[in-house]
């Protein structure tokens, strides 16, 4: 996602709809101090909510409690920690707003099923314009590709909160104080959480170099390459379950883990020794 330039406000993104809401039309325009945080807020927003309207509508509203209570926020120094924490807030409160939707209707699908076809207001079929359908579909694919995009493979192993503390401190570009700040830990305390993922993405990598580039017919079982132990096209679908075996594998087989140190420019096993962050 790109920010758009505040003195063009039309098309805006995701993030910046979610400004828009914070000001009345009529207003005047007044610089927004809270501009360069956009887009990386609204990403963040996305990967924890992986939907668009769910995301720009927290958004919307962590910017408007940012905008309400100008007091309370840091410094530039702080200010972006300050915003994530917000975004963090904002999310975990629309999750478990979701889940008891969910939890409701659950109780409520005792209720007399509906049989025959939905129909529209008059009993018409809403079959819906040919256009329309075209254009929700080709908002539907854009938005998966987007998402796609935020998926981490390597990530796999790692457990939700690491996953949380890598997606802020490496595409986010956190440092460890902003990130202590951000989860409401000490910063010892996010250090050894990151430290912990940074383990595990390191031994997915190698893991998945071994797949890539190894010859070992139990690696070929576990990933269905061909007859001869090669990864098939190296394309491998991992799934946790998936991951943790090749892993395990690794952790076992000399030879395999010969072949992960040998892509790792001959440095230890991940696990086997100490991890810089």
């Not at 039309?10 to 910046?16: D, K």
């Not at 828009?20 to 207003?27: A, D, K, P, S």
């Not at 410094?75 to 920690?81: I, K, Q, V, Y």
């Not at 359908?133 to 981490?152: H, N």
Request: with cysteine; hydrophobic share 35%.
């Amino acid at each position: 996602m790109n920010s758009s330039d505040q003195a063009q406000p039309s098309p805006r993104t995701g993030a910046h709809r979610a400004h828009g809401r914070t000001h009345q039309e009529e207003e005047p325009p007044r610089p927004f101090r809270h501009e360069p945080y956009l887009d990386g807020l609204f990403t963040y927003c996305l990967s924890v909510l992986c939907d668009h309207d769910t995301a720009t509508d927290v958004l919307g509203d962590v910017l408007a409690v940012a905008e309400r209570h100008p007091g309370r926020c840091p410094d530039e120094g702080d200010r972006r920690a300050w915003l994530y924490a917000l975004a963090r807030w904002g999310c975990l409160r629309r999750l478990a707003e979701q889940r008891r939707v969910r939890q409701g209707a659950h109780s409520a699908r005792r209720a007399p099923e509906h049989t025959g076809r939905d129909r529209a207001p008059g009993g018409a079929a809403d079959d819906g314009p040919a256009t329309e359908a075209r254009r929700q579909l080709d908002v539907s694919a854009y938005r998966r590709t987007e998402l796609a995009r935020l998926a981490w493979p390597e990530a796999a192993g790692t457990t939700p909160a690491q996953r949380e503390a890598l997606e802020l401190a490496v595409r986010h570009r956190l440092g460890v104080p902003e990130l202590a700040a951000v989860l409401g830990t000490p910063p010892a305390a996010a250090r050894e959480l990151l430290t912990g993922a940074a383990c595990e993405v390191e031994r997915t990598r190698a893991a998945l170099a071994v797949v890539e580039t190894g010859s070992c017919p139990s690696v070929s079982q576990l990933t269905g390459g061909d007859a001869d132990g090669n990864g098939g096209d190296g394309d491998v679908l991992l799934s946790s379950t998936l991951r943790a075996e090749l892993v395990r594998h690794v952790d076992d087989c000399p030879r395999c883990r010969r072949v992960a140190e040998r892509v790792g420019a001959a440095a230890p096993w991940p696990g086997s020794g100490g991890v810089n962050t």
